[in-house]
């Protein structure tokens, strides 16, 4: 519990705009209550920047009055002074200590300060509040304001907030919700502490959600709470991470036998919830390769769609793209480098007896007129390609890799599914096969390459069951 001597900082401020990273500081309230009474400390702040009309018709604070005013730098020392050994309270207190924090950062000033959110703290005391905004809470409570969004104004709305919850629960339970909140103070405000440490200390994947319960992120971990924690603390001083923090309101997870395991299911859920700020491992529909074929003097050089695909099965196939745009740009380029013949590949149109454009640039040496001969070119397009080339399934059938209790099941480089018994291999070998997936396929190529490493064993699946697998 805090102690009798602490001293507690109330702080609001005005800002340019909502980006920590971008948006500067235009004011700064701070009332302190310690044992002594109370003190008040209000300063304008030059950002330096322009004030957008809507923030000067919220505030009130306009460019000229913020001109001849000192900037952060210049205040900065007075304000950690100010700060200095105070629980830093604050309402939503991770927007106001995220730019404050961001600041003095700026300045070579590391502030790492006790934080209490006056939000938590309303949710904490009145559960069946259907909001805890700032306006809200004046409205409740009957608070009053002489210049509301003004810094040291809406600072004075925090302490008496605080002296309304004092009246009604007493400083005894008002200092146990205050000892609670400090000890999660990272948490985003939906978020309840409770729900973070239930989630185990174990391999796994973690779902946060948004309102109405829409998948928001989805991610892995060999240490789910660890992890889930260290999205929240980060939140602090990281924008990625505050628009997520913001936007949680509930918190699921699923277990696990290793990171294997747990990098299947990733790469899976995020392509069925498809959650809103998830970019990577998103389901492509428009996957392609290129494949090469010996017609005529010169290779011929073709892009395969996705729905005739077969990684795995076909054993003349480069690249792997996510779209067309991709694999022409990808082809393009080692065209160039190379200096191969791009009307030969097809990348530009071929002239009968021509020379390419590539030709009177000095980028082709000269296939399309025979000053080099198609042995030559055919050779020197295999060797430029050869590092794109999609490796064929290295096993005659499926095979099960085991990690823990658990069998992860896949046959030409597609992912089966998770097996616990051999009644459930039996079943996953008989449905049909699943399309590929480029990301299980990386992610396969690198665990087979260290699959020892990582104490995995892969097992051949009896020819009995490999019979049993999808139907092409």
């Not at 973070?196 to 391999?203: A, C, K, L, S």
């Not at 200096?339 to 040496?365: D, M, P, S, T, Y």
């Not at 699959?451 to 020819?463: E, F, M, Q, V």
Request: net charge neutral.
């Amino acid at each position: 519990m805090p102690q009798t001597d602490s001293v507690f900082a109330f702080v609001d401020i005005e800002t340019t705009g909502s980006r920590a990273e971008l948006d500067r500081i235009t004011e700064i309230g701070i009332l302190t209550l310690d044992p002594d009474g109370i003190s008040e400390w209000s300063r304008l702040v030059n950002p330096e920047t322009y004030i957008p009309k809507n923030i000067q018709n919220l505030t009130g604070i306009t460019p000229e009055m913020v001109a001849s005013q000192p900037t952060f730098s210049e205040m900065a020392h007075a304000l950690y002074m100010e700060l200095k050994d105070k629980v830093f309270i604050a309402h939503n207190a991770r927007f106001d200590y995220s730019f404050i924090k961001a600041e003095f950062k700026k300045v070579g000033i590391d502030f790492s300060p006790k934080v209490l959110c006056t939000v938590k703290l309303s949710r904490r005391l009145f559960p069946y509040q259907a909001r805890h905004n700032l306006d809200t809470l004046i409205a409740v409570h009957g608070l009053q304001v002489a210049n509301r969004h003004r810094a040291l104004d809406d600072a004075k709305l925090l302490y008496d907030f605080w002296q309304e919850c004092t009246r009604l629960f007493g400083q005894t339970r008002l200092f146990e919700e205050v000892d609670y909140l400090l000890g999660s103070a990272s948490l985003p405000v939906h978020i309840d502490k409770a729900l973070v440490e239930e989630i185990p200390n174990r391999p796994g994947v973690y779902l946060f959600y948004a309102e109405n319960r829409q998948p928001l992120y989805i991610g892995k971990s060999i240490d789910l709470q660890a992890r889930v924690k260290g999205h929240f603390h980060a939140a602090l001083s990281k924008r990625k991470e505050m628009k997520l923090a913001l936007q949680v309101r509930d918190i699921d997870w699923i277990e696990t036998a290793g990171e294997f395991g747990a990098l299947l299911l990733e790469s899976r859920l995020i392509k069925e919830k498809l959650p809103s700020l998830n970019v990577k491992l998103r389901r492509s529909k428009d996957l392609c390769a290129w494949q090469l074929s010996e017609s005529g003097d010169h290779i011929q050089v073709q892009l395969v769609n996705h729905q005739d695909l077969q990684p795995g099965k076909q054993d003349n196939l480069y690249g792997l793209f996510y779209n067309k745009r991709e694999a022409l740009a990808s082809l393009q380029s080692i065209a160039k480098k190379n200096q191969l013949c791009e009307a030969i590949l097809g990348l530009e149109k071929r002239q009968a007896q021509a020379a390419c454009f590539g030709f009177h640039v000095k980028q082709c040496n000269g296939a399309c007129i025979g000053t080099e001969s198609a042995q030559i070119h055919n050779l020197r397009v295999k060797t430029a390609l050869l590092k794109l080339k999609v490796a064929s399934w290295p096993y005659k059938g499926a095979i099960a890799i085991q990690e823990g209790d658990d069998l992860h099941l896949f046959d030409h480089w597609c992912y089966l599914g998770t097996a616990a018994n051999d009644g459930e291999v039996d079943e996953l070998l008989r449905e049909q096969r699943p399309e590929f997936d480029l990301d299980i396929y990386k992610l396969m190529r690198k665990t087979l390459k260290k699959s020892k490493d990582l104490g995995l064993r892969i097992t051949t699946l009896p020819a009995a069951q490999a019979q049993l697998q999808a139907i092409d």
